[in-house]
């Protein structure tokens, strides 16, 4: 089984803008992060809103040719641009899930990235690359896309068994 790795969240500075609102600063981005601007995976464009501890992604994309090649492209600063504009102080940043391999392998790479659109979709349905993704018309009390307030003994030991982790504390 191939397991990528996680690295980041990496964030990416701004600057105001005369026109009042806040631009992406990307110059340097790449200076200081050891050679993964040359691996390849997937990476999240995402923003922590102030006075969080959680991030919220806002942009899945996947690097088959290079992290550096991918994530700062013309047309992905242009989606990144339009979430940042919905916050006045969130804090944008990139994580990068790398590949473990030097060679690409696209399907894996593929099937991970589907993975986070479609978890980022029920994470954020403002996501700029959900991709035809949409929620289940179902969902497990007190485990999974839940509206209880507290998971039942039940809940807990179905979500145990399966390894579901659930905002409700399972």
């Given at each position: ?29 790449w ?47 242009n ?7 919905d ?18 392998n ?22 700029q ?25 039940e ?16």
């Amino acid at each position: 089984m191939t397991e990528f790795v996680v690295h980041g969240p990496f964030p990416i500075p701004t600057y105001k803008q005369a026109s009042g609102g806040r631009a992406l600063y990307t110059g340097a981005f790449w200076e200081n992060l050891d050679g993964l601007q040359s691996r390849h995976g997937v990476y999240v464009f995402a923003i922590k809103p102030p006075r969080t501890k959680t991030y919220t992604p806002y942009y899945v994309g996947q690097a088959t040719n290079t992290f550096k090649h991918e994530v700062f492209h013309a047309s992905k600063l242009n989606k990144y641009q339009r979430a940042l504009n919905d916050y006045k102080r969130g804090a944008p940043a990139i994580f990068l899930l790398v590949h473990p391999r030097t060679k690409t392998n696209r399907k894996e790479i593929t099937e991970l990235e589907d993975f986070l659109i479609m978890m980022g979709f029920a994470a954020n349905q403002d996501i700029q690359n959900d991709q035809g993704a949409k929620l289940p018309g179902w969902s497990i009390k007190g485990v999974v896309r839940s509206t209880a307030k507290k998971a039942s003994a039940e809940a807990k030991l179905i979500a145990g068994m399966f390894k579901i982790k659930s905002r409700l504390g399972v």
